[in-house]
């Protein structure tokens, strides 16, 4: 009986180690390494190959740009944004110099704006009661006058702005009423394309007024309100906004939770056009079916941050993105005590190489990049040749990358000064590689993440609030 046991125990041993051996190898055609699907990535490296005679050790795709072990973005909405709050709080998010608030903490974090207020809300937006009509946006009101335009166009090509908080502000008290038209669409559209305004991520806001909101249309009988992605509704306009560049959709689904594997999930709109929906941070967890406990207000920031949530995206290896709403306190200083302390926190975290704090576009499409990504190796004259070839978007498409699609694509590799990476049968110039140390996995080589910027970009302008 004790025979029989072992002869089988080894039968089991033997067939896992067949299976292991299958999974794991790559595809080989002669002396190039082509690798099969990186989608299903769950750890912080791809592969696991031993050294061989005829095959050195096999470069692998680390999960996120070195040194980080996580990485994270605040995607605030424009709700209650005025000029004023926008200022103080990225000169101290944005900028390392003092600030009403204190040293700034250098963080590459962007905001969306609106373009309209066609709000009939009778709220105040900032001190000393200025009204919901100052919020800060392109135009003024719902019609063609410029207000705050020529100060969003500077800050979507400074970086401060990166995303579109649907076309405007469109709450009102009767839900059944909107001020959306389609000819606003038509117009905002126009003036960003215009000013070379180049914005990927569309967030879709607000209560039920906001027909331009497309994201969930047909998930529930509450989002049937959405008519931005019909095509025989008077307020359709996803003809115009993904051919312009939009994305990346926060599809208005509330989230518990804080840390993914992956941001991103394909969403098909009711005009067949598909986009990339992204989750965010937006609630604890729900104490009783259907009771939301919202945290997204600025004065949640320091639960959001907490030291259990950064060090939970730490060891697990993953993304995160918090909902936020920056400009919701009308006060002298916009950003909380405790706010301030959690986001010095996190800017500790970013510095010592554990979080890479991004923008919200700037995560995502690293995000994309880094599941998609098509590539293999050659090996020749010792040595070790990445050719990428594609990125397999199998919602916009394959494309090859350019630099800034690639930017902090990180491989590892047993000899960093004998690693070449090319696009295409090009070797990327050597200004935009980094070659790194061992991380307690391997040593790796580094298409540059972009360089910090923590210029003060802030702007005045007479009657903008």
Request: hydrophobic share 40%; aromatic share 12%.
């Amino acid at each position: 009986m004790k025979k029989f046991v072992r002869l089988l125990f080894a039968g089991l041993l033997t067939a896992i180690v067949l299976v292991l051996l299958l999974v794991l190898t790559p595809i080989k055609s002669s002396n190039v390494v082509v690798f099969r699907s990186l989608q299903d990535k769950q750890s912080i490296y791809t592969f696991t190959n031993h050294q061989t005679k005829s095959h050195p050790i096999i470069i692998e795709l680390r999960k996120f740009p070195f040194p980080y072990k996580a990485m994270l973005a605040i995607s605030s909405d424009a709700d209650h944004e005025t000029l004023r709050k926008f200022n103080l709080i990225h000169e101290f998010l944005n900028t390392t110099q003092m600030t009403p608030m204190g040293r700034g903490v250098g963080l590459d974090i962007a905001d969306s704006f609106f373009m309209y207020n066609g709000s009939d809300l009778h709220a105040f937006v900032d001190d000393h009661h200025t009204p919901i009509g100052k919020e800060f946006t392109y135009f003024k009101g719902v019609g063609d006058t410029r207000y705050g335009a020529k100060i969003i166009d500077a800050y979507i090509h400074d970086g401060w702005l990166d995303s579109m908080h649907t076309y405007g502000d469109f709450n009102m008290k009767n839900h059944a009423q909107t001020r959306f038209t389609r000819k606003l669409a038509v117009q905002a559209i126009q003036a960003l394309q215009a000013a070379h305004d180049k914005v990927t991520v569309w967030i879709d806001h607000g209560n039920q007024s906001n027909v331009d909101n497309f994201g969930s249309y047909g998930f529930s009988r509450f989002y049937n309100y959405q008519k931005g992605a019909l095509p025989h509704s008077p307020y359709y306009h996803t003809d115009l906004l993904i051919p312009y560049g939009i994305k990346f959709v926060w599809t208005d689904r509330n989230s518990s939770v804080f840390g993914h594997q992956s941001m991103i999930y394909p969403v098909k709109l009711p005009d067949g056009r598909e986009v990339w929906g992204f989750w965010r941070y937006t609630n604890g967890r729900e104490r009783r079916p259907g009771v939301i406990r919202w945290l997204w207000s600025v004065d949640d920031l320091a639960r959001q941050l907490s030291p259990k949530h950064l060090r939970a995206i730490i060891a697990h290896h993953q993304y995160a993105i918090l909902a936020q709403h920056f400009c919701a306190d009308n006060t002298v200083l916009p950003l909380p005590q405790n706010a301030r302390d959690r986001l010095r926190l996190l800017a500790r975290e970013y510095h010592d190489g554990k979080i890479l704090v991004a923008r919200t576009s700037r995560l995502l499409k690293y995000n994309v990049t880094e599941r998609f990504l098509h590539y293999s190796v050659a090996h020749k004259n010792n040595q070790r040749i990445i050719h990428i070839s594609a990125v397999r978007d199998p919602v916009f498409g394959t494309f090859t990358p350019t630099i800034d699609d690639l930017r902090g694509i990180t491989f590892y590799t047993p000899d960093p000064d004998n690693t070449i990476i090319e696009i295409g049968n090009t070797p990327i110039a050597p200004k935009f590689i980094q070659k790194n140390s061992d991380d307690g996995i391997a040593s790796s080589v580094s298409i540059k993440w972009y360089k910090p910027d923590t210029a003060n970009y802030s702007l005045t302008q007479p009657g903008v609030w």
